[in-house]
């Protein structure tokens, strides 16, 4: 009985019901003549309740209900979480099933609604978007069931609690691996790039096509066979590419609820995952103010699990990055040329300035390139109408703060350091782009 009246929940269309019922007695005390018929009306309405608590309540197990999801969950990602409900009675009901999701997702009215029929077994699917890394907590399944009637609701609650860790989006890595080794894919913004030269491992000999390089003419192959040959050649192999992340405070501006430093950590994850694939060493250091992890290039099996677990870790700093350390510390663990990415953010020409000497120095040593974010929300307000005094100042500033963006570029490139410039939700596309167009012009 306890359990009874703890899972019993009232519908709007009882609360109608009953206040027709008590409307009916009100003016009862006006007309006489209405009075019977108030009283009947209760009874009937009372009659009604009791039997549809009744279905609800007279077996039990009528219902079953699992949760199912991916092990781990993806930052930034839309991710698909599965509820399978049966129904193991005789009788159509009609369900609304309440998930007690996390409270990092902030979803206070969610709930699916549909009916389920007599030994029906139905899978719903919902998706959740993570922009928090840490562990998640799943609750309890509530399924509220009512009847034909819908005059009350009966509560049965699920215990499938489950703790879920958020890690670097797994899910964008998979995407981006399969566009970047589809030789026949056209997919938006991926760029396939024809190489330009040759490197040092030799692959086979080819007829030659307009556009091969004229110095990779095979000219014995071609006398022997009446045509032009031209050997091509492989991508070389075993370079190391590091993901260098900034995590001062310059990180920390947000873009669609997600930090510049999740933007960086997802597209390091992506890049480490492609470069392992096309044979190359992946590595990664991270710094603020002190240098927080370091992990050696290398072609191992566990290579991007090391990567993963050290990404989810991460967190802002709350201080500027300390170049003139990440120099010394790079000077003294990496001894062989490789590829730097670093993830940073330059919001004006004298934040560039106080660190080029250190990028200068490290471009010396390996080839550098610097990764910065491009401001949407600025790029909009500079494009919209100015309708007012004000609003023709804040555009000025906005195109100065654009203007700036563009000298840091040509800053860049007067010193040889490669860089990119992008918008934060196409920071994996650009970067993979530039890793496999330095490939193709064999500068790594």
């Known amino acids: ?105 902030q979803l206070r009215d969610f709930h699916i609604d549909f009916k389920l ?37 009966r509560r049965i609650p699920f215990p499938l609690k489950k703790n879920i860790a958020v890690y670097p989006s797994i899910i964008q890595m998979k995407q981006f691996e399969l566009k970047a080794f589809d030789k026949i894919s056209n997919q938006v913004g991926l760029k396939r790039i024809r190489r330009i030269g040759q490197s040092s491992e030799f692959d086979q000999i080819k007829s030659y096509v307009m556009g091969d390089n004229f110095q990779s003419i095979n000219w014995k192959a071609s006398s022997r066979r009446n045509e032009l040959m031209v050997n091509h050649f492989e991508d070389e192999k075993a370079q190391n590419v590091y993901s260098v992340i900034d995590k001062g405070r310059v990180m920390k501006m947000p873009f669609n609820n997600l930090s510049l430093l999740d933007y960086a950590i997802n597209t390091s994850l992506v890049i480490s995952n492609v470069s392992l694939k096309k044979m190359d060493r992946p590595g990664l250091i991270t710094f603020s103010e002190k240098i927080n992890t370091t992990i050696k290039a290398q072609h191992t099996r566990n290579q991007l699990k090391f990567i993963l677990d050290a990404l989810y870790r991460e967190k802002e700093g709350l201080m500027e990055s300390n170049y003139e350390l990440l120099y010394t510390t790079i000077r003294k663990s990496i001894t062989s040329r490789s590829l730097l990415i670093l ?11 106080r660190v080029m000497p250190v990028l200068r120095k490290l471009n010396k040593l390996h080839l550098l390139v610097v990764v910065f974010f491009e401001n949407s929300e600025v790029v ?42 992008t918008k934060p939700q196409e920071l994996a596309l650009n970067t993979i782009n530039k890793y496999l167009e330095l490939k193709s012009r064999g500068m790594i």
């Open 343 to 353: 993830f940073t953010n330059f919001e004006s020409l004298y934040g560039l300035e």
């Open 1 to 105: 009985m306890k359990d009874l009246f703890r899972n019993l929940y009232l519908t709007t269309r009882f609360f109608i019901l009953y206040g027709i019922v008590i409307l009916a007695f009100a003016i009862s005390f006006a007309f006489d003549v209405i009075y019977p018929f108030a009283q009947l009306a209760f009874l009937v309405v009372s009659s009604i309740v009791v039997t549809d608590v009744i279905l609800l309540f007279r077996k039990e197990g009528k219902l079953f209900c699992e949760r199912s999801m991916s092990k781990v969950l993806s930052l930034g990602s839309d991710n698909t979480i599965e509820i399978e409900l049966e129904n193991k009675g005789n009788q159509s009901f009609f369900i609304s099933v309440v998930d007690e999701l996390p409270y990092q997702l």
């Open 380 to 421: 909009e307000y500079s494009k919209a109408t100015a309708e007012s005094l004000q609003d023709i100042y804040n555009k000025t500033i906005a195109q100065k703060f654009l203007s700036e963006k563009r000298q840091i570029i040509y800053a860049l490139n007067q010193f040889g350091i490669q860089s990119i410039l």
């Open 117 to 153: 029929s007599p030994r029906e077994k139905r899978a719903i699917t919902y998706t959740i978007h993570p922009t928090i890394r840490g562990e998640y907590e799943f609750g309890k399944v509530n399924v509220f069931m009512s009847t034909f009637l819908r005059l009350v609701q």
